[in-house]
């Protein structure tokens, strides 16, 4: 039977991918820096045969419109590559709110790509299916690989893939995640990727990050945590500056967002290192050292307007599994 089911975790971007060299192919104008949440995942399934008829059922619900086109998509690039024309049913399930920011595109299409390719039989090495997921979302390249990843930015797409920095169990990092909103976001990454290109600062932040970019790959080796977690914050700050000064404005805050950022800076005058970033939604990611999660939980839950914290290390990789969930 062409079936198979794959995990896959979001990943927190420490350097974050926004714009592309080239949108179609999700090319990315630099390189980013992740780590994968251990505490969130999508679950997904995919069955080929002729007799299906090209269902796609996301969190128990018919995908329509973009998101079931974006689908089909990836599984005809994926079908092309084995030369095959076949048709395919699709049901994927996140434990985690949908579109606010905890990039469910990372895992879905990390998901989707290991499934799908699992269930023609074509074995690829981690990079090879790094560079599949890529082309479904660029983020998603990044959920292949366990621990903290780097996805390299280049012109050519067999140079663009992303590959392990450090381990899961290399640092003792934990991202406490402040949910704030879980409704879908207005403007898809996808759609934002594209208004930075024309954005004067975009330049300024590509030309910083030549020289941030390895101080965090070093920092992640060196498992240095406040260098990682002063880079993360100020890389985050870069990249919403571009967003809410591009064309269309790109506000992806709420006023809760700003009031856990104002925590994350007091508890830390407080002297409980702990450091902020946010990716393209209103949700917020703390970064602490494990052993201080519990206090800093705490803390941030005593904040007006967070409805939940989800509480992640560094997690794993894409795999197969056996527990299919049609
Ligand atoms: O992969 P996309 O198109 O969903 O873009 C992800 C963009 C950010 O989450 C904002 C940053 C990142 O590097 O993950």
């Not at 989707?112 to 998603?140: E, N, P, Q």
């Not at 571009?242 to 404005?249: A, C, D, Q, R």
């Amino acid at each position: 039977m062409m079936k198979s089911t794959a995990i896959a975790h979001p990943n927190i971007a420490l350097i974050k991918y926004w714009g592309n060299l080239n949108d179609e192919i999700n090319l990315p104008a630099n390189n980013s820096i992740s780590m994968v949440m251990s505490g969130v995942s999508t679950k997904t399934t995919v069955e080929f045969g002729s007799k299906l008829n090209n269902e796609i059922i996301i969190n128990d619900k018919k995908a329509t419109g973009e998101k079931a086109r974006r689908v089909d998509d990836h599984i005809q690039r994926i079908l092309k590559l084995d030369n095959r024309k076949t048709n395919y049913k699709i049901v994927s399930k996140n434990d985690f709110p949908t579109g606010a920011g905890l990039a469910s595109s990372a895992s879905g299409f990390a998901a989707l790509t290991v499934a799908a390719c699992d269930a023609l039989a074509m074995k690829f090495d981690t990079r090879r299916l790094s560079i599949i997921a890529r082309h479904g979302s660029g983020s998603a390249c990044r959920s292949i690989h366990s621990g903290f990843v780097e996805w390299i930015s280049s012109q050519n797409s067999e140079d663009s893939y992303a590959e392990q920095i450090a381990p899961e169990d290399h640092i003792d990092l934990a991202d406490l995640v402040a949910i704030v909103e879980t409704h879908e976001k207005k403007v898809s990454s996808k759609e934002g990727h594209r208004s930075a290109i024309n954005n004067p600062y975009f330049k300024a932040r590509l030309s910083e990050l030549t020289k941030i970019i390895p101080l965090m790959r070093n920092a992640i080796k060196n498992k240095d945590f406040q260098t990682i977690g002063e880079l993360a914050e100020h890389d985050c700050l870069s990249m919403h500056s571009v967003m809410m000064t591009s064309n269309p404005m790109l506000l992806y805050w709420q006023p809760e967002t700003i009031k856990v950022i104002n925590k994350v800076v007091d508890v830390r005058a407080l002297g409980l290192e702990c450091y902020f970033t946010i990716d393209a939604g209103p949700n917020v990611h703390v970064l602490c050292r494990q052993e201080n999660a519990d206090e800093i939980k705490e803390k941030l839950k005593s904040v007006k307007g967070v409805k939940d914290i989800i509480v992640n290390n560094a997690g794993n990789g894409t795999e197969v599994i056996s527990d299919h969930l049609f």
